[in-house]
């Protein structure tokens, strides 16, 4: 898998974790590090430093996510 | 009072209902029986509307210092808050009453120490590009 799409499968289960249900945390939160541990695997980097590393690219996915989010409402809004 | 010529800048108001909740929530956590359920329910809607308030106004916006300020201690208690309702539901089992597991607020914990890092961890660009060429290759 390409490294972009990658990335992109972390940050939107990253993504799920912050924004599920409280009674969905534990299952996505499993599901993004099992992600994260996939990719660190023989590697000398640990999950807590991959996801540090990644900081900067999820804020930005998040913004992204909620921009898309807005629009979608906004055309709802606009249907007669 | 400001000079002539200088706006204070407009603090969010979500930031204050943050700031109200958390201490609220403080109070009936020190309550003599606290009631668990409840405060489970309180701690998540906390952090959903953290969550909101961090993407409008640190994330999103051009934040104050006052803000960044704001936000670091919301993170704080936050966490702290969580560690104390894991405690309790170590020691008293409330599924009965409520959907929420001690496996969920651990990884809502976890959620909110990554986000800590995140923000106020301190990698530097260089050892960022390190790591994610070492695990992703290079760009």
Not at chain 1, 14 to 37: G, M
Not at chain 2, 7 to 22: G, N, Y
Not at chain 2, 47 to 56: G, K, P, S, V
């Amino acid at each position: 898998m390409p490294r972009e799409e990658r990335i992109e499968a972390i940050l939107a289960a990253w993504y799920e974790l912050e924004q599920c249900a409280p009674w969905e945390k534990a299952k996505w939160r499993d599901q993004r590090n099992a992600l994260v541990d996939k990719e660190i695997a023989g590697t000398k980097s640990c999950r807590q430093e991959l996801l540090e590393a990644l900081g900067s690219r999820f804020r930005d996915y998040k913004l992204a996510r909620r921009k898309e989010h807005q629009s979608k409402m906004a055309q709802i809004l606009r249907r007669p | 009072m400001n000079e002539p010529g200088v706006v204070e800048p407009l603090r969010s108001a979500r930031w204050d209902a943050v700031a109200f909740l958390a201490e609220k929530n403080a109070k009936d956590m020190a309550a003599p029986q606290p009631n668990l359920p409840f405060l489970l329910v309180a701690w998540f809607r906390q952090i959903e509307i953290f969550h909101d308030a961090e993407t409008e106004r640190i994330i999103g916006g051009s934040p104050t210092d006052e803000e960044r300020q704001a936000h670091r201690q919301a993170l704080a208690m936050l966490i702290w808050q969580g560690e104390s309702l894991g405690g309790c539901l170590r020691e008293h089992d409330v599924s009965a009453q409520v959907a929420i597991k001690l496996s969920d607020v651990e990884a809502a914990l976890e959620e909110l120490y990554d986000r800590q890092r995140v923000f106020y961890g301190g990698m530097t660009e260089e050892r960022r590009a390190q790591v994610l060429n070492e695990v992703f290759g290079a760009s």
